[in-house]
Structures are given as C-alpha cells and as structure tokens.
C-alpha cells in the first residue's frame, strides 16, 4: 500500500485527545486506530504486538543479519491536537499549480500563498489538504503511515536489517504521550519521533517548558457601594497579563527566542483565573521566566492584607539538547541517510516539545525527523505526498545505515 493512502485511512479515525479528561489515553477514537494499527502490523508479520492497557502500541522487526548492530526504533503519536476539530476529516488530493486553493467555497476558506508561502516551495505537488472545517491529522498520523509503509518495504524487498522496535503514543498532544511510555519493553538503543514539519527537518533542539495555573479570589461587592470594598479579579487578571513583557510573546518570537503565552483567561469579580506557558530553550532563561511569575504574583499580593493571588509553576519538560553532548553519531547518522537520498538537513530548533524530548530523559535518546506537513493544528493543514515518501525512503536508509554499522 502507498503511504499517502494508509495516511488517508488513519484520518477517518478521530483521535482528538481530550487535555481535560482522566484517562489514558484521553479518548476513545485513540483506542480504536490503535486496535486497527495492531491488526495490520500482525498481518506485516511482526513480532510482540502488543496494545497494553495504556494505549501504546508496540512492535518488534527482529533481525535478519547475525552481526549485532544497535537497536533502532521509531515513534510516533496517534491522538490529534484538541485546537481544531478532527472528526469527519474530509481531505482532498489536488496538484498545485500556484493558485489559491479553495478549501471551502461555501465558508469561503482558501488556502493562499499569500498567507502561507511555504506553498512555494511546492509547485507542482501533489497536496492532501483538508475541506476547510477541520485539521488534517498529518500531526501525526503521518509519522505512523511513513513507519509502517517502511517496515512493509523492508520486510517485502529483505532489506538486511537489524531489531527495529516501533510505538505508537497517545496523547502527545496534550503532553501526556511518554507518560506510560515503557522504556524497558522498548529496549532500544536509541529512536527517532517523525514527527517534525517539511522535508529534511531534523530536530534534536527543544524548548525547557513549564505551565502555570493563576487562580485570583476577589470581593464581589454591589458597584454602587463598591468604593474601598470591591476587589475585582477580573481586572487583577488583566493587571497580571499586562505586567508581562508585551513582546515576549509567541506571536512576536521565533528561532531561538523564548515567550510567555497566556492560552486560558476567565473570571468576574469575585473570581478569575489564568492559565500560562512558559517557552524557553536556555535554561538559565527558562528558570528566570519562572521567577518572574512570582514576582508579578507577589506584587499583586503585597497590596492587600492576605494573598488574594495564587500561582503554580510547574515543570512540563525539558531542552533534550543537552542529553546529546556525547551521542552526536545519532543525529550524525540521520543527517547523513538524508544526503545520501538527495535532502538537504535542516537542522532546526523545536518550537516545542515532542514524545522525544522526555524520552530523552528517560534514557531513550530521540531526536526528531520530519513528517512532512504544514500548518499542523489547523483547517490549513497540509502535506505533500512526496514529503511522505521521502520520510519513507529516510527510514529505510537509516535502518540499512545501522546494519551497516562497524
């Protein structure tokens, strides 16, 4: 089966995860794609299927050379992110011909260069897009087609090999995909997520991330006897989030700048609350706008005769840089697999985080390659099908590059 057309199934499956929800995996559309990935890894011939009771799916590719060469394994994550809707995916295959797409004609949504240039870059392509109501899926239903069609490509045309493992995540999307990841009954030596944007992405830079929860408890009061009585939360609320840098935000950052991002703000007087993201790839940086927080808290709270300001500052996770000081050869490895099938590496900061980074710190170093996609989290999604197959063809070589290894 073709990539592109394995990806076009696994978007029928709505695997949105849920941020607000207990369990794990967060949804239930999750559970029944990883019920239908399993089924077609087993009909691959692959070995140690498993679906534990997590939602994580497993697999083994055992070796086919009796020379022991390092295990290598590929991940990627089955949830969809919660920003846009991701049921009844209804995605089209057009080729590009440097005029607007039109997603949409009713709810007159296009897909424009205008807006997107990166459109651009892919002249004459075959793009899947969607109909303009909701995301496409390509994050990261794309990384589990790119994985699978490569493991039917090595078993079909006996590609010497050796143990190649792969898992498919839940709820990477709300940040919860390494939690039950098992290391140990991974039992690789090292892995790569796919699960970056355009060709030759490759990643092994991330932000330090942390979230906090701001919660204000104000005096509702009658405004017509309100003078020295009223404490408004949701004025303090707005007093709070101007107190930020004004540019130190994600809609005025990029590269290696770091940002606060206010994603969650509701209250009236007697009650507000605030929900941040703390993004930076420094440490020492990260640390610092954590401390800013409390300052901004505290100088809320010195106002008034008792705390009427609370916030939680917690840690989500962290700059996997540095955990490759000493293993370069990994990324080393994927740079050169992509030369050698005509990509040029762009290496690349993560904006972000990924099932990787925390992998990282559970002892699975694991960059991240490229899927293919744009505009992920969006009605404006889209992925080249040649983006597919080279994520395809960059799996293979790098499995044939580690056989090959000295």
Do not use: W
């Amino acid at each position: 089966m073709k990539v592109h057309e394995r990806f076009l199934n696994y978007v029928k499956f709505d695997t949105t995860s849920d941020e607000d929800s207990l369990t794990t995996p967060s949804t239930p559309g999750q559970i029944e794609l990883a019920k239908y990935l399993v089924e077609e890894l087993k009909q691959l011939g692959l070995n140690e299927v498993t679906l534990d009771e997590h939602g994580y799916v497993y697999a083994t590719l055992p070796a086919n050379i009796e020379k022991k060469v390092p295990v290598v394994g590929f991940i990627a994550h089955m949830d969809t992110s919660p920003a846009v809707s991701g049921k009844n995916i209804k995605p089209r295959i057009v080729k590009y011909d440097g005029n607007d797409i039109v997603l949409n004609e009713e709810l007159d949504i296009v897909l424009s260069s205008k807006d997107f240039p990166s459109l651009n870059d892919n002249l004459g392509e075959e793009l899947i897009v969607t109909d303009g109501t909701t995301l496409l899926g390509a994050d990261d239903k794309a990384g589990i087609a790119e994985i699978i069609t490569a493991l039917e490509y090595i078993i079909k045309n006996n590609i010497k090999h050796g143990t190649i493992k792969i898992c498919f995540t839940p709820d990477e999307e709300i940040g919860r995909g390494a939690d039950k990841f098992d290391v140990a009954k991974f039992n690789a030596d090292f892995a790569y997520t796919m699960d970056g944007g355009p060709i030759g992405e490759l990643q092994y830079e991330n932000f330090n991330a942390a979230g906090v929860k701001i919660r204000i408890q104000g005096k509702s009061v009658h405004p017509g006897s309100a003078k020295d009585k009223m404490i408004n939360a949701a004025l303090i609320a707005t007093e709070i989030a101007q107190a930020f840098p004004k540019d130190e935000v994600p809609e005025k950052t990029e590269g290696y700048e770091g940002f606060y991002h206010l994603n969650g703000i509701s209250g009236s007087e007697e009650e507000a609350t605030m929900s941040y993201i703390i993004r930076d790839f420094d440490k020492n940086n990260f640390e610092r706008r954590k401390q800013k927080v409390l300052e901004i808290i505290e100088s809320i709270n010195k106002r008034y005769t008792q705390p009427i300001v609370e916030a939680l500052v917690y840690d989500q996770y962290y700059n996997m840089k540095e955990k490759f000081t000493d293993a370069m050869h990994i990324i080393e490895l994927a740079k050169e697999a992509m030369e050698e099938i005509g990509i040029t590496p762009h290496i690349v900061p993560i904006r972000g985080g990924t099932d990787g980074a925390r992998l990282s710190y559970m002892g699975l170093l694991t960059p991240n390659l490229f899927a293919g996609g744009y505009n992920f989290h969006g009605k404006y999604e889209y992925i080249p099908i040649k983006a597919m197959e080279k994520a395809t063809e960059l799996i293979v070589r790098i499995v044939e590059k580690v056989a090959n290894t000295k």
